[in-house]
């Protein structure tokens, strides 16, 4: 063998030896690398299963709130009718009212005459009423 012969084994020795070094590091980092995707495939599966169960969540979400809203709804239905009824009522009130008022206008000559000038008030109750009446 000449030198060259040698000098050129020596060198694949060198890199043969520098090599070493890597491949272990290489190794090492494919056992990470598949130790990941087994975690990986673990957390994969774990959203799976998550995203499952947000669905039957959301299912049964909107049922609740598909129930809820013909409650409401048969609620409103039911205050609709009420309304109904109390606006009846209200007109009601509102003619009579207008009709007491108009006999207690035409009342008043007939009580001014047979009463005193400045009526006897007895109570706060009998006060606020002939505030509310407008009699002042």
């Given amino acids: 063998m000449n030198m060259l012969e040698w000098a050129v084994h020596i060198t694949v020795i060198g890199l043969l ?3 070493l070094p890597m491949a272990w590091r290489l190794d090492r980092m494919l056992r990470a690398v598949r130790a990941d995707r087994v975690a990986l495939q673990q957390g994969a599966e ?3 299963e998550a995203s499952r169960t947000a669905e039957a969540a959301l299912m049964r979400l909107r049922a609740t709130t598909e129930l809820a809203g013909r409650q409401v709804a ?3 239905a039911g205050a609709e009718a009420i309304r109904e009824d109390l ?3 209200v007109e009601r009130a509102e003619s009579l009212a207008d009709r ?3 006999a207690v206008q035409q009342a008043r000559p ?3 005459a047979a009463a005193p000038a400045t009526p006897t008030v007895r ?3 009998e006060r ?3 505030r509310a009446l407008g009699m002042k």
């Fill in 110 to 112: 007939l009580a001014g």
């Fill in 128 to 130: 606020e009423l002939i």
């Fill in 100 to 102: 007491l008022e108009a």
């Fill in 87 to 89: 606006r009846y009522l």
């Fill in 123 to 125: 109570s706060e109750a």
């Fill in 74 to 76: 048969e609620r409103v």
């Fill in 17 to 19: 030896a520098a090599t």
């Fill in 46 to 48: 774990g959203l799976g």
